[in-house]
């Protein structure tokens, strides 16, 4: 029986996954949450005036996310996944030509390789190109991540001979969504990453898989009721002030209430811009911590917007070459949203030429977009806009960043960093955090 305390900062994906990884264990844990809420930078709120849910961003889960579900089994929620039956992307472009990426159930890779050779409006050499791309993710994991350390997305499909038409309806679209950042910047080892782990194993792991219900919802009231019924503690609104570190140990943690608070381990599971407030200036003359000081970050943008009448049938749908890239129509995903009225979310990543417009500009060319891809929504009436920007969405996963993010097990002997930022090997999603936070319990419980 463990009678070791560890204290977490931090109540998003990556923290509670630690959190209840190490209670189920027998640690006593507790966590240190800065706002009133759980759920960091995934999270949902009440809209005041219509009452729906909303997400501060629409998120994607995969079947390959193998830590999210566990943990979310843990929690008794991953039933609130609506995980497809079969592999599917709806693609409209602004001439109103629908089209789909649609993985038949073959053995991987393919059912992804028949799933692209049938995706319309990709010409057949960019289709062969497809080909050898799936034969070099089929390579060994170290040396792929090898081969690709040096180069960017963009760079990564010239040596497939992906053309301009390929890189418009479905790299740049795919790239964008999984990794915030143009492919002419991206790290390529974050693409490969996904397309092997989603394409490269079971069928049921390229399933797509939407929450029914808020991020708030589907995990942070259950996370706490378990971490509580072990033993330990969950108190919001204690912002975390500074690390004590001494040496190569820390010492203790000082909120910004002055408390002080000691355990023998401590987790952060904060972004990278908070972790840095709050360490000693001297750690950054160390190579570890120096590395990251100076990460960027990428923001996304989420325009939601109600109308009095659907606007599409379709559930999720890119928008090929539209400044919003992907629309989500909450009234056919979510199990509570208002039957008179008709939710659609439309989201654009890697928004930095739009994360300082201001809400009446980001609707107006929203609606823009939407009358070229959905001509009813010309004769739709807008019954009320919500604009969310979450300016520091992800870190900037370019190649130097990718190179140069931190292992978990820091140079101070307790201390450990968890987040979607630190060294998982996928791109800054759920399932990275989740990793992050078990691959953090795990360092933990092997001392």
Known sequence: MKDKTVAIIGGGFAGLAAAVALAETGYKVTVFE?????????????ESIT????????????????????????????????????PRVDFIDVEGKQTFLECPKLPAPLHLLFGLFRLKGIPIRDKLGFLRLGNQLRIDTNRLRKQL???????????????????????????????????????????????????GSSYEDAC????????????????RYYIEQRGGNVRLRTPVKKLLISSDCCLGLQTERGETFTADYYISAVPHLALKEILPAELFNQPYFAAWKNFKTSPIVSINLWF???????????????????????????????????????VISAATNYSSSNKNDLVSLALEDLANFFPSVRTAKLLNAVVVKEQHATFRATVDAEASRPKHKSPVNNLFLAGDWTDTGLPATIESAVLSGHKCAQLVSAL
């Not at 418009?168 to 974050?190: G, H, S, Y």
């Not at 797509?208 to 996370?223: D, K, M, R, V």
């Not at 599409?312 to 989500?328: A, C, H, S």
Request: charged residues 20%; proline residues 2%; aromatic residues 10%.
């Open 208 to 223: 797509l898989g939407l929450p029914a219900t808020g991020l708030s919802q589907l995990y942070t009231e259950q996370a």
């Open 51 to 86: 009452g729906d849910v909303l997400d501060n961003g629409q998120h994607l889960l995969m079947g390959c996310y193998h830590e999210t579900f566990k943990f979310l089994r843990k929690l008794g929620t991953a039933h609130l996944v609506n995980l497809q039956q079969r």
């Open 149 to 199: 350390a040096s180069l960017t997305v963009d760079q990564w499909l010239d040596a497939y001979d992906q053309s301009k038409t390929a890189r418009k309806r479905f790299w740049e679209m795919l790239c964008v969504a999984t990794i915030n950042l143009d492919p002419a910047q991206a790290a390529a080892v974050l693409l490969a990453e996904v397309l092997r782990r989603s394409f």
């Open 34 to 46: 800065r706002r009133a809420a759980l759920g960091g930078r995934a999270y949902s709120f009440i």
């Open 308 to 346: 009095d009448k659907p606007i599409t049938e379709l559930g999720f749908v890119g928008l090929v070459q539209g400044r919003i890239q992907w629309l989500f129509n909450k009234n056919l995903l979510f199990k509570h949203c208002n039957k008179d009225k008709y939710l659609v979310s439309c």
